[in-house]
């Protein structure tokens, strides 16, 4: 695979683009861990009929990550159907689909600790003001699993810039640009890559959606509703109130009080909590998306 790294290297310079977080992707490897007794009780194993020099091979194929620092992590049992793609594969082919259109900047990489797990987001130049000075960014997100948990994914995503907020886009919106595949012989990256990027210039058009949040004023009862709907707990209700709003100088209650929140603000508050948990990445794609869907549909009542 560390052809593939060069070759991903190589695009990325004569792009003028910037990427980060290939030195962590692993290589997926097929096979069967051995399994040694190796310290356990003699007694023991002769009762369980087994022998403490002896290997032992496990049933069925397993997805193993092999990191470039020569850590080794087992992933999940694959079955026969079972299509197997590289994370770095992935990388690579998606960059060959981004148009100029997208106008990309750069590629940041993340890796989940077991590495059965790979996140690429490609960030694009391009800007829209959703209100006086507030930009956001279009952002094209694939992971690729490799650890049988998740499916390959494509999706589009949004930064708010003035805060560094990640925001999911709303499948309302973007639903015909989000790929959602099993590893099977039914994924063909190319096809799905490429269908994914068509048409970019309306879904850049789309995150003018968000412009409505900023114009939908909300009360006290509001917020009480959103709450209760969203099933956010009192401790959770209280950080969204209180913490300071990057890039406002201010919070939901001082907006609330002073008779100026609206659902940006307080959709902003969400996303903000999500992008600085301590969460998995996929976690946070997921909570993201629930609150982007929620938003949208009570905007749209």
Known sequence: ME??????????????????GLEQVPTIIQGRPLFDFAGVETDLLKNLGQDPDDLFEATGKFN???????RVEG?????????????LD????????????????????????????????????????????????????MQN????????????????????????????????????????G?????????????NMEQNIAAIDGWKKYTQKSLKAPDIDTIFQQMEVGPRVQEELLTTSLRGQATNVQSLLDQNELTAWDLYNSFTQRITDSDSVE???????GKVS???DRMLAA
């Not at 193993?64 to 020569?70: K, L, N, Q, S, T």
């Not at 949004?158 to 989000?178: I, W």
């Open 282 to 288: 996929s976690a946070k794609i997921e909570a993201g």
């Open 75 to 87: 992933l999940k049992t694959v079955s026969k159907q079972y299509k197997l793609v590289q994370h």
């Open 90 to 141: 992935a990388i690579n082919k998606t960059i060959d689909y981004v148009p100029d259109g997208f106008d990309l900047k750069d590629i940041n990489v993340n890796t989940s600790l077991d590495g059965g797990r790979t996140w690429a987001t490609f960030n694009s130049k391009k800007k829209t003001e959703i209100k006086k000075g507030d930009l956001v960014s279009l952002q094209a997100t």
């Open 186 to 198: 039914s994924l063909n990256l190319e096809n799905q890559i490429s269908g994914f990027f068509e």
């Open 3 to 20: 052809n593939v790294k060069n070759e991903i290297l190589e695009k990325c310079d004569k792009k003028g683009v910037k990427i980060s």
């Open 293 to 295: 869907a929620y938003f």
């Open 145 to 184: 699993s490799c650890d049988t948990s998740k499916l390959y994914r494509m999706m589009l995503r949004a930064m708010r810039l003035v805060c560094s907020n990640g925001m999911v886009a709303p499948d309302s919106r973007f639903d015909h640009q989000t790929v959602r595949k099993l590893h099977k």
């Open 64 to 70: 193993i990550a092999v990191f470039p620092d020569g």
